[in-house]
C-alpha cells in the first residue's frame, strides 16, 4: 500500500525520521531512490552513526569513523549535483574535531552561499541526562571548555550554560582575544570563580540563579558590554555590591535587575554606582514584592546621570503558596536601606517612567 503515496506524502513522512531511515527507505524502490535530495527538513545527527550504547560517546572506539560517516552523509545530502529542493531548515549534531568540524563547516558555508539552504542549526555533542554521564567524563569536558571558547569556535555568538559545574574552589577564566561572542548568559551554574578576562566582542552578559554563596563573576576587559541581566532568589545567596561587580566597566547602556518577588540581593550603595553608572540610559527593575515599596531604588536612580528610562515591575502574585515558596526561597528580605523620605534624586533626564503593578500607596507614591 505505501507503494501507492505519491512522493509529497512520502516526503512529509521521511522529514519525520531519522536520515538513515530515509536512506533505508530510498532504496526500496527505484522511485524512491531521489527522495532524500527532496527533503526540505533534513536532520543528519552523530546518534545515528555511533554504536550502541553510547552513555559516553568521547571515549567511544569508534567516534572517528562515526565522524567520518556523517560527514560522508553532509557531503552527500549537500552535493548540488544531488540536491533536488532547497533545504528550508538543515540541522547537524556533531562532535567538534579539528578534522572533521572543518570540513563540515566548509560544506555547510558552499551550500549557504550557493542558495541551497535558509536556515541552519549546529549542535555539538549528545543531549544527555546528568545520570548517563561519567563525573570523569563531565570533569573532562568542562576543564577544556576555556579551549573550545578561546581557539575552537571563535566565531560563536551566543553561549548559554546551565547547569555547569566545573566542582568547587573551581576559577573558570575566560581569556579569548580572537572570540566573537556577542552573549553570554549562566543559569543555574555552580562555579567558585568566573573571570572575564577577555572578550572583546561581549555585548550583553546574563546571570541568573548562581549556586555559589557570592555573585561568581569578575569583569575583566569587556570594552563592548553594553547590556548586564542579573536575576535570582535563592536564600543562600549573599548580598553583593553592584560597584565592586561592575568595576571597570563605563559603558553599561541597559542594566535589568530582577528579584524575582523573594528578596533584594545587592548592598546598599549610591555614590560608589556612579562610574559604571556614567552611560546608563535604561534601568529595568523586575519582580519587587508588592510589600517591599520603592523608596530605596531613589538610591540608584541617585547614581545615575544619563538615565532616560526607568522601569519598575511589582510582583503580586497571591495565588501562590506561599509555605512551598518559603521552604526553596527562604523568607523573603527587603533592601537594608534608611533612606529619608525627603530623598530626592537630583537632575534626573527621565524621558518614560513604566511601574507595571503600581499600588496606589503610600509606598508606591513615595517613589
Known amino acids: 500500500m505505501i507503494s501507492k503515496l505519491n512522493d509529497d506524502v512520502l516526503l512529509s513522512i521521511l522529514e519525520n525520521v531519522n536520515l538513515t531511515t530515509s536512506v533505508r527507505a530510498s532504496v526500496l524502490s527505484s522511485r524512491w531512490r531521489w527522495l532524500p535530495w527532496f527533503l526540505t527538513q533534513l536532520s543528519i545527527d552523530i546518534k545515528d552513526f555511533l554504536r550502541e550504547p553510547y552513555t559516553d560517546p568521547t571515549v567511544d572506539d569508534h567516534i572517528d569513523k562515526a565522524m567520518s560517516s556523517l560527514t560522508e552523509a553532509v557531503r ?58 561519567s563525573h570523569e567524563s563531565m570533569l573532562k569536558h568542562a576543564e577544556d571548555l576555556h579551549n573550545i571558547l578561546a581557539n575552537m569556535c571563535t566565531q560563536l555568538n551566543y553561549l548559554y550554560l546551565y547547569h555547569c559545574d566545573i566542582g568547587s574552589d573551581s576559577l573558570f577564566k575566560i581569556d579569548a582575544l580572537n572570540s566573537e561572542l556577542n552573549v553570554l548568559e549562566f543559569v543555574w551554574c555552580l562555579f567558585d570563580r568566573v573571570e572575564l578576562f577577555c572578550l572583546p566582542k561581549l555585548k550583553k552578559l546574563i546571570c541568573g540563579f548562581w549556586l555559589s554563596r557570592y555573585l561568581p563573576l569578575t569583569l575583566g576587559d569587556v570594552p563592548c558590554l553594553e547590556e548586564v541581566e542579573i536575576y535570582s532568589s535563592t536564600t543562600f545567596n549573599e548580598p553583593f555590591k553592584l560597584s565592586e561587580f561592575l568595576c571597570g566597566t563605563t559603558w553599561i547602556d541597559t542594566l535589568t ?96 517612567l513604566q511601574i507595571f503593578g503600581f499600588n496606589a500607596t503610600e509606598q508606591h507614591f513615595s517613589l
Open 76 to 133: 552527500s545530502m549537500l552535493a548540488p549535483t544531488h540536491r533536488k529542493s532547497i533545504i528550508k531548515r538543515l540541522c547537524i549534531l556533531f562532535f567538534v574535531t579539528s578534522g572533521y568540524s572543518t570540513e563540515i563547516g566548509h560544506l555547510v558555508n558552499e551550500a549557504i552561499e550557493k542558495g541551497m539552504v535558509r536556515d541552519i542549526e549546529l549542535t555539538s555533542g549528545l543531549d544527555l541526562m546528568p545520570q548517563d554521564v
Open 257 to 352: 535587575l530582577d528579584f524575582c518577588g523573594r528578596k533584594i540581593w545587592f548592598q546598599p550603595e549610591k555614590d560608589q554606582l556612579r562610574p559604571a553608572f556614567r552611560n546608563l540610559r535604561e534601568l529595568r527593575l523586575h519582580d519587587i514584592f508588592v510589600g517591599f515599596g520603592l523608596m530605596w531604588t531613589t538610591a540608584l536612580l541617585e547614581a545615575t546621570l544619563s538615565l532616560e528610562i526607568l522601569k519598575v515591575e511589582v510582583y503580586d502574585h497571591r495565588c501562590e503558596d506561599e509555605e512551598i515558596k518559603k521552604r526553596i526561597y527562604g523568607e523573603r528580605t527587603n533592601a537594608p536601606w534608611q533612606l529619608s523620605n525627603t530623598a530626592h534624586p537630583q537632575h534626573l533626564s527621565l524621558k518614560e
